[in-house]
């Protein structure tokens, strides 16, 4: 993805913000980018008090099987293109850890059994793409809040970082690899899983094997794939380029909710 896509379900939103820059007297000039770019980050916050005020556990809409999109397309990387992680498939990730580390008391290794054996949830939701896209689709995974309690996070933790296999780009500056970030409402929501199964059947590699995150009332680039690592922060200006995830670091919204 190589430019800025806009989400058509936000376009109303962007219009309003729009209206608002010009009555705050924006120009496009760069002098003015700087109160531009303290609207658009007011109008996240916006958008994050207002999901708050729905309440901490309001759930997304779930489907029935009936609804299932025939295809579910993958989004982001299709393959990614590490050793470590071509090691890992060809030995159908039996040697792979989720490893749960930061602020916690209990860090944690865990294999995929032990994610298996860990309560379950199967939730028919569904994926709303960035570029304008969407598809229902079963996910089946182990809630973070049972993995995140096993943990046991300590009063500084403030938010949930995934750490990826994948490495969208090569950047230059080495912040190439993929990773993503929610806070601890969104973290402990009943709906937010480690998902190994998509309809049915363990996760290709297209759509995020072993597991990915499914956090269901954001869009689809905050649904992390091929997580190899958890760390829980008290702030992340120090991972990436201090935006909360690889696309946020690039101009995307941080809570990109809906």
Same mark, same amino acid.
């Given at each position: 993805?190589?430019?800025? @896509?806009?989400?058509?379900?936000?376009?109303?939103?962007?219009?309003?913000?729009?209206?608002?820059?010009?009555?705050?007297?924006? !120009?496009?000039?760069?002098?003015?980018? &700087?109160?531009?770019?303290?609207?658009?980050?007011?109008? =996240? !916050? *916006?958008?994050?008090?207002?999901?708050? @005020?729905?309440?901490?556990?309001? @759930?997304?809409?779930?489907?029935?099987?009936?609804?299932?999109?025939?295809?579910?397309?993958?989004?982001? +990387?299709?393959?990614?293109?590490? +050793?470590?992680?071509?090691? @890992?498939?060809?030995?159908?990730?039996?040697?792979?850890?989720?490893?749960?580390?930061?602020?916690?008391?209990?860090? *944690?290794?865990?294999?995929?059994?032990?994610?298996?054996?860990?309560? =379950?949830?199967?939730?028919?939701?569904?994926?709303?793409?960035?570029?304008?896209?969407?598809?229902?689709?079963?996910?089946?995974? +182990?809630?973070?809040?049972?993995?995140?309690?096993?943990?046991?996070?300590?009063?500084?933790?403030?938010?949930?970082?995934?750490?990826? &296999?994948?490495?969208?780009?090569?950047?230059?500056?080495? +912040? $190439?690899?993929?990773?993503? !970030?929610?806070?601890?409402?969104? &973290?402990?929501?009943?709906?937010?899983?480690?998902?190994? !199964? *998509?309809?049915?059947?363990?996760?290709?590699?297209?759509?995020?094997?072993?597991?990915?995150?499914?956090?269901?009332?954001?869009?689809?680039?905050? =649904? &992390?794939?091929?997580?190899?690592?958890?760390?829980?922060?008290?702030?992340?200006?120090?991972?990436?380029?201090?935006?909360?995830?690889?696309?946020?670091?690039?101009?995307?919204?941080?809570?990109? $909710?809906?």
């Amino acid at each position: 993805m190589s430019r800025l @896509l806009i989400p058509r379900r936000k376009f109303l939103g962007l219009g309003a913000l729009g209206l608002g820059a010009a009555a705050l007297g924006f !120009s496009g000039r760069p002098a003015d980018a &700087a109160s531009f770019e303290e609207l658009i980050a007011h109008a =996240q !916050s *916006l958008t994050y008090g207002a999901q708050r @005020l729905l309440g901490r556990n309001a @759930l997304a809409r779930e489907f029935s099987a009936k609804d299932i999109s025939p295809v579910f397309k993958v989004n982001g +990387t299709h393959m990614p293109d590490t +050793t470590e992680y071509e090691a @890992l498939l060809a030995g159908d990730f039996a040697t792979w850890r989720l490893q749960v580390e930061g602020l916690v008391a209990t860090p *944690l290794s865990l294999s995929l059994a032990d994610l298996h054996a860990l309560p =379950q949830r199967t939730q028919i939701t569904r994926h709303d793409c960035v570029e304008g896209w969407s598809a229902i689709g079963q996910w089946q995974g +182990t809630p973070l809040a049972e993995i995140l309690k096993r943990a046991a996070p300590l009063p500084a933790a403030r938010f949930v970082v995934f750490h990826c &296999a994948d490495f969208y780009e090569r950047a230059a500056d080495g +912040t $190439g690899q993929y990773y993503e !970030s929610i806070d601890l409402v969104d &973290a402990f929501h009943p709906q937010t899983i480690l998902a190994h !199964s *998509l309809n049915g059947e363990a996760l290709s590699v297209g759509h995020g094997a072993p597991v990915r995150l499914r956090v269901e009332r954001q869009l689809g680039y905050k =649904q &992390a794939k091929y997580v190899m690592r958890i760390e829980l922060v008290e702030r992340f200006d120090r991972i990436g380029r201090g935006k909360g995830g690889y696309w946020p670091d690039r101009g995307y919204e941080w809570y990109a $909710g809906i």
